[in-house]
């Protein structure tokens, strides 16, 4: 099946920084979602972005489909940005599969 | 509108006995998929059902087992707990079968399942 890497596992950064997530697969997709689990494990949609650019307020997306890679940039990070953000992809008729996360902390 | 919401949010029970988990998908939305989340194997899929018809099923033993009411409505079921099934199961709503041109999920809450 698609492998989905995401790095890196873990970050720290100071309030107010900005930072790059990326996800990488390993086979064409046909969706492409990116979320944040909150400390009770709730999974927020962040973006759906199988290809293309979005932006929403801070956070921004961009997926390069033909290279098999997505990034999230997070600007100004605030201590609510603080959490676990996955990438998920589906390819085929393959069922959503996640990355393994990114734990962001930030620090006041 | 109302988002994804599942029942119960935490359940306690002893090895050997059987669980059913309830999921009920946003209004409008025909597929519901379930997902299992452990801190050693991350997150997992399970089973999709679509009009009332599982879909696809992950590599899960079948122990694990699922329907869908014809109010889009679902289920699982857990039977013969192990203490490995301890976990977050999280379902999932989308407008269509995913596999579609536009088939973003949107997550509930989660049933945290506590095995002893």
């Known amino acids: 099946g698609i492998q989905v890497e995401q790095s890196p596992p873990d970050l720290i950064l100071q309030e107010g920084a900005n930072s790059t997530l990326r996800c990488n697969f390993s086979?064409?997709?046909?969706?492409l979602q990116w979320f944040h689990q909150n400390p009770w494990g709730q999974l927020i949609n962040l973006f759906y972005i199988p290809s293309g650019t979005k932006q929403n307020g801070r956070l921004s997306a961009t997926t390069v489909a033909t290279e098999r890679y997505s990034l999230l940039y997070i600007s100004s990070s605030q201590t609510t940005d603080s959490g676990v953000y996955f990438c998920?992809?589906?390819?085929?008729?393959?069922?959503?599969?996640f990355g393994t996360g990114t734990r962001l902390t930030i620090i006041p | 509108k109302a988002g994804v919401t599942q029942t119960p949010r935490y359940l306690i029970k002893t090895r050997g006995q059987q669980v059913t988990l309830s999921c009920s998908p946003i209004s409008g939305h025909r597929s519901v998929s379930w997902y299992q989340q452990t801190p050693g194997q991350g997150l997992q899929f399970l089973f999709e059902?679509?009009?009332?018809?599982?879909?696809n099923k992950g590599n899960f033993p079948g122990r694990f087992s699922g329907r869908q009411f014809s109010n889009s409505r679902s289920e699982m079921n857990v039977s013969t707990l192990e203490l490995g099934d301890s976990a977050l199961y999280l379902c999932?709503?989308?407008?269509?079968?995913?596999?579609?041109?536009?088939?973003?999920?949107?997550f509930g809450p989660g049933t945290r399942l506590t095995v002893l």
């Open positions: 998920a992809v589906e390819s085929g008729n393959e069922k959503l599969t």
């Open positions: 086979d064409s997709v046909n969706n």
């Open positions: 999932a709503s989308s407008l269509i079968p995913t596999s579609g041109d536009y088939n973003e999920q949107f």
């Open positions: 059902y679509f009009s009332e018809t599982q879909r």
